[in-house]
């Protein structure tokens, strides 16, 4: 309220309504949790979803609609690995009929080129390839998935031959962080229009892995101004976008956009999430696609109102002056390191726990890799999954 206005005591206080909240930008479809392959820093949650609970073709047609309806422009097919979805190609054209913009966010290596055709016919907008490495050999350690590489290299061709604009994604890691600068020339060598170099977020399955995933400062410095001069060299001929590692970092990176501001998420089972790791926030429970209409679920739920605008911020964040640029940070990561969501990232410098997460990166670095924990369902989620035809 402005400090100036004077309200008797016999006047009522005028009704405080909420700023209305703006439509998301974007939306992610997670259409499955099912997917070949098995990376050990999978945003995917630790308990994967079953393909038996996944929204059918007709609920996700219905959550297209809605999700124009909200005034959402870009859908993002993503999963898991949403190519196993037998339906791709109608949900793809049914995004193109009702305006959205449409990604397909793939591993590469279920899709085979008469299938792509089909869905750039569909009317796909765009392509965002992940890669493990340029070393086929660490590609596949990974991936849990021998020659993987070969497969995304002959996928990555055929997204240009078909017309289709490509992104290159390489998640950055212990294993293959000297190779940054070759895994940007083959972004370039494939006709890629942007390539994002990101370190990997260590929430989930990466969490679980961080020991063996972490670089070193020293590792991390040397990428870094590796990318800078690949920035320079290939200036006009690519977009290279680089995401830093939190645990080197001094200030956090806005996640999502700020919470509940830009993006939505949705499970395969049609949970609606403010962030792919909401679900490790204790005390939040997300609507349905299958019970509440996806507006109503933006604008009123109980999760997207919990940590949206700064209302939520304890100090350092309540009185930063970057309150309203980085939005806290990530509340995942938050929880993660100090058991608080509503704490500052302690990816910022002013956060108490800012040497913690930094001791944290250094120990993990340091010591010799471990083995990965591979992303994979239990074993009774492994049986429901094989059991599952792809629909
Ligand atoms: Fe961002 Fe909070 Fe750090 Fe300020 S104190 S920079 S708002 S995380
Ligand atoms: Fe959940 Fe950052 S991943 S807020």
Excluded at 72 to 84: K, M, N, R, W, Y
Excluded at 141 to 161: C, D, H, M, S, T
């Amino acid at each position: 309220m402005n400090e100036s206005m004077n309200i008797g005591p016999d006047l009522a206080p005028p009704s405080v309504a909420s700023p209305p909240v703006a439509p998301p930008l974007a939306a992610l479809l997670e259409l499955t949790h099912r997917c070949p392959l098995q990376c050990p820093y999978c945003s995917n949650p630790i308990e994967l979803e079953r393909a038996k609970g996944e929204l059918s073709t007709v609920e996700w047609l219905r959550v297209l609609d809605e999700a124009a309806e909200l005034g959402v422009l870009q859908v993002h097919f993503s999963g898991g690995e949403p190519a196993v979805r037998r339906d791709l190609p109608e949900l793809v054209a049914h995004a193109r009929r009702i305006g959205l913009y449409s990604n397909l966010i793939t591993s590469g290596v279920t899709l085979d080129r008469a299938r792509l055709a089909a869905l750039a016919e569909a009317g796909l907008d765009h392509v965002q390839l992940s890669i493990q490495d340029v070393d086929h050999q660490t590609a596949a350690y990974i991936a849990n998935y021998p020659g993987v590489q070969g497969k995304k290299l002959a996928f990555a061709r055929w997204v240009r031959e078909v017309g289709l604009p490509l992104t290159l994604n390489a998640v950055v890691n212990r294993h293959n962080v000297s190779r940054v600068e070759r895994m940007i020339d083959l972004a370039v060598t494939l006709g890629a229009g942007r390539v994002e170099v990101a370190h990997v977020q260590y929430y989930g399955w990466a969490l679980r892995n961080r020991a063996a995933l972490m670089p070193t400062l020293a590792q991390v410095q040397e990428a870094t101004q590796r990318v800078e001069a690949a920035r320079q060299r290939l200036r006009g001929q690519i977009v290279i976008d680089y995401v830093v590692p939190d645990y080197y970092a001094r200030q956090p990176k806005s996640c999502m956009g700020g919470w509940g501001r830009q993006f939505l998420n949705i499970t395969p089972s049609g949970e609606v999430l403010p962030c792919h790791a909401a679900q490790t926030i204790p005390g939040l429970t997300f609507d349905s696609v299958r019970n509440r209409p996806l507006a109503e679920i933006w604008t009123t739920s109980d999760a997207f109102q919990a940590y949206r605008g700064t209302a939520w911020m304890p100090e350092p964040c309540r009185s930063c002056d970057q309150r309203e640029v980085d939005w806290g940070g990530c509340r995942c990561q938050a929880l993660a390191i100090t058991g608080t969501a509503a704490a500052a990232d302690p990816a910022c410098a002013l956060s108490p726990a800012h040497q913690v997460l930094r001791g944290l990166a250094d120990v993990a670095s340091d010591a010799p890799a471990p083995d990965f924990s591979y992303r994979r369902m239990t074993p009774q989620q492994s049986a429901a999954k094989v059991a599952a035809t792809a629909r």
